[in-house]
């Protein structure tokens, strides 16, 4: 049986002996690490923070309704700041809305849980519209996607951890990736940002994630050199398929 599904920039082609992806024209080969994803993956390249807010909603009701698989969605927004439903979240915003647009970023209010953070070039975002109806326990889900970016990290020399009482992962006291999540009737949105070469300047204009002992950080920045999206892309699928394979929705 074989599966494809084709993308501006991203194919992938699930079969029982292969899995390619082809990113920005790299064809890259996961067979050796999973022989089957138990997700599709979309790319929807370049969006604006609010357009892919509503392509969201539109695969979680075609996923609540069954008419499609479990979906993982990869973008990369253009240059704006999202507030989450955590009380005070606005009063994080240092920048007044004049700075903000002379800056050219936009400010959101959204529905995903968390604080207030920084999406632009650079970043991969992560949105896994995954159905958790057979097990809905959201700590648990949390868990598991820090699990997929602390191994993913680990695949390009970057040891990283959770911080107790703090989102996200977390290399020493900088912050490389937020994650904000929400659920309808138990099919999960919303997910993780990952700062991979991303210009950290624009963070000044908030209190990322309302933090005040540490700071943020990127993967080019631990490593000193600028790092392929398209390898780190290929970084979390695997990871995404090794952690969520085993989930009771997958089995």
């Not at 647009?101 to 991969?124: C, L, S």
């Not at 659920?183 to 000044?204: E, K, Q």
Request: glycine share 8%.
């Amino acid at each position: 049986m074989l599966t494809a599904f084709y993308t501006t920039v991203l194919f992938l082609q699930i079969a029982s002996d292969t899995c390619l992806s082809q990113v920005e024209g790299e064809m890259l080969d996961l067979s050796p690490e999973i022989p089957a994803l138990p997700f599709s993956v979309q790319d929807w390249g370049r969006t604006s923070y609010l357009e892919a807010l509503e392509r969201q909603r539109l695969e979680v009701t075609k996923r609540k309704a069954e008419a499609v698989s479990d979906q993982l969605i990869f973008t990369e927004h253009n240059p704006v700041f999202t507030m989450g439903l955590r009380k005070g979240a606005s009063a994080n915003l240092v920048w007044s809305a004049e700075v903000c647009a002379a800056k050219g970023i936009e400010v959101v209010q959204t529905n995903r849980g968390g604080d207030i953070t920084y999406h632009g070039p650079g970043q991969i975002v992560a949105y896994p519209i995954f159905s958790l109806r057979k097990q809905p326990d959201l700590h648990r889900y949390l868990r598991n996607l820090e699990t997929v970016v602390i191994n993913t990290l680990t695949q390009f020399n970057i040891p990283s951890d959770r911080r107790d009482g703090k989102t996200g992962i977390w290399v020493e006291d900088r912050k490389l990736c937020a994650m904000g999540v929400a659920v309808r009737s138990w099919i999960s949105y919303h997910g993780l940002a990952l700062n991979v070469n991303t210009d950290l300047s624009p963070f000044a204009g908030i209190i990322p994630c309302g933090i005040t002992d540490g700071t943020v950080g990127s993967m080019a920045g631990e490593l000193g050199h600028a790092v392929s999206i398209s390898k780190v892309k290929r970084a979390l699928t695997v990871e995404f398929a090794r952690v969520f394979a085993d989930a009771p929705e997958h089995g």
